[in-house]
């Protein structure tokens, strides 16, 4: 199916190829719906819910979400840059793990002063997010190239970072209790300090 219309409800659906550049949408339910090689570019989808979903090999560059709800969803292989996620309804999400980011692209996004506990973003490229003001106990970055982004006064308890690459992390001006690193990477950790490694 490829076909999608505003004030509408879509379940156990497989959208294939979607081309939607730049379209305005509102008031959609997607329900455990698979998107995959669709093209979102610059679209806006204001008031909309997606529900357990799964976007494959999916463009969402600088996609709008206005007032919208994004809940145990799956990017995969995706390129998404410039969206601002706090422009998102949290307050009606009811899952333990509302996002999940696997072998993407995700750059110059906003995540600035959310609670996304478990926030997945595994082996991605992730450049250039704001999670400033975070909460994000449990999550995994593992695998991810973090160049560029921004944590600061973040709750990052418990957080895996194993193999993850080119993040500055200031350990006083965030929360790692509990948190896994790897070597040589972990480091990275003291270049706040201004201290010399010979």
């Known amino acids: 199916m490829n076909d999608i219309n505003s004030e509408s409800i879509y379940e156990d659906i497989i959208f294939n190829q979607t081309k939607l550049e730049e379209k305005s949408l509102e008031n959609i339910t997607f329900d455990n719906c698979i998107f995959e090689d669709a093209n979102f570019y610059k679209s806006i989808f204001s008031d909309c819910k997606f529900f357990n979903c799964k976007f494959i090999r ?76 975070c909460i994000l106990t449990y999550s995994d970055f593992s695998g991810s190239d973090l160049k560029g982004s921004r944590f600061n006064n973040c709750k990052l308890d418990n957080s895996d970072f194993t193999k993850t690459k080119n993040y500055y992390i200031n350990p006083v001006l965030n929360k790692l209790d509990g948190s896994k690193f790897t070597y040589p990477e972990v480091i990275n950790l003291l270049d706040s300090f201004n201290i010399k490694i010979q």
């Open 58 to 133: 999916s463009d969402l560059s600088l996609v709008k979400l206005p007032n919208s709800v994004i809940d145990n969803t799956l990017f995969q292989e995706c390129k998404i840059q410039g969206i601002n996620f706090t422009t998102l309804n949290w307050d009606k999400n009811i899952s333990s793990n509302p996002l999940s980011f696997t072998n993407s692209q995700i750059s110059y996004c906003s995540f600035n002063a959310l609670k996304l506990k478990k926030l997945k973003i595994k082996n991605c490229i992730a450049n250039d997010l704001d999670f400033s003001d």
